[in-house]
């Protein structure tokens, strides 16, 4: 059975929020009141809250922004521009700014990454039915012929044109949400907001502090079972964090099957790594690298931090270690459940 809680649970942060797992964690937070805004887009819910003057039009904007981007971007809207890209044969189609921005990342990080984020990987998830909800285990000679497709080099971006080579599909799933909640937050900074919280179906992006001048709370799932296994404290960032618990099914044979895909082999992520949290700036940096670093596993998650500057990063391993990274030493803590897991925190 799927689960739909999100990898990252908001905790405490205002009054009035339901599901709250840690009532004495409320405080003197009665006196501010946010406006709210709740949708689905992005095959996800969307929790966006902001405060001050201003702020529950600025919402609505956000939201216009948002399916906005989903219309360019969805890859079963048959009037979207990636869907165009998609079935077009091979010829090149011209796309907005917006589409071009973010395929340009998605490329830039498959390079970076060494292919572990792949936007053209659409097709092999769709044969095993994570796009459809259709579940199955393919046959290995079908994973192999999907594979020849599968390629990032084999995009051509020239500006606002893009060309795939027929039979080729991109799915911008491991970078639109991230690339969204960044073009919804410098809206609302434009319209004057500095306290806000996007919660884009687990992708969260907090614009300054709480109204207090707390930090915000953030409750990480437990990946091994429902409910929360810490609170990281942050500000002014964005969260994201990947596993394949979010998302996936099990076979007549009892097999568990995930729904990242390593793209070197065509089948579900299967290595030492049960969830990544990825903590930075900007949105777009924390989807691609929870997904790829995922992909990566422990070691090669490590060596690319401490290769590469820019964020910090939280590793719950599939023994049930957890490896921080140094900038976030003290951010974090377990919550009273999980007194007894081991954390180890990885210096540069």
Request: net charge negative; hydrophobic share 40%.
């Amino acid at each position: 059975m799927r689960r739909l809680l999100s990898g990252l649970l908001v905790v405490c942060l205002v009054a009035g929020l339901t599901g709250c797992s840690m009532e004495s964690q409320q405080s003197n937070e009665n006196n501010f009141s946010p406006a709210s805004r709740d949708f689905f887009a992005m095959n996800t819910y969307i929790r966006l809250e902001a405060y001050g003057d201003g702020a529950a039009d600025a919402l609505a904007q956000a939201q216009e922004r948002m399916e906005e981007l989903e219309g360019l971007w969805s890859v079963t809207d048959e009037n979207s521009e990636i869907y165009a890209v998609n079935h077009s044969g091979g010829q090149p189609i011209s796309v907005s700014d917006d589409t071009a921005a973010v395929v340009s990342f998605a490329l830039d990080m498959a390079e970076e990454t060494g292919g572990a984020l792949e936007p053209t990987i659409y097709p092999v998830l769709t044969a095993w039915g994570f796009t459809t909800g259709e579940h199955h285990v393919p046959e290995p000679e079908e994973i192999d012929k999907l594979l020849t497709s599968v390629d990032y080099h084999s995009v051509s971006l020239n500006g606002n044109t893009i060309q795939l080579e027929p039979g080729m599909m991109m799915d911008l799933g491991a970078v639109g949400k991230g690339y969204a909640s960044d073009e919804i937050a410098s809206l609302l900074r434009k319209s004057g907001i500095t306290s806000a919280l996007l919660n884009l179906g687990g992708n969260i992006l907090m614009i300054g502090s709480k109204p207090d001048g707390g930090d915000w709370r953030l409750g990480l799932q437990d990946p091994f079972e429902n409910g929360t296994i810490g609170v990281l404290t942050a500000s002014e960032c964005a969260v994201v964090t990947s596993g394949n618990y979010e998302n996936y099914f099990t076979a007549e044979d009892g097999t568990t099957y995930g729904h990242i895909i390593d793209p070197a082999t065509g089948y579900p992520v299967d290595n030492d790594l049960a969830a990544v949290t990825i903590v930075a700036q900007d949105g777009k940096l924390c989807d691609a690298l929870s997904t790829s670093l995922f992909v990566m596993g422990a070691d090669a998650a490590i060596g690319y931090w401490q290769e590469h500057p820019g964020f910090e990063m939280i590793l719950i391993t599939q023994d049930r270690q957890i490896l921080i990274t140094d900038g976030l030493d003290g951010q974090f803590s377990l919550d009273a459940t999980h007194s007894d897991m081991k954390i180890d925190v990885v210096e540069r």
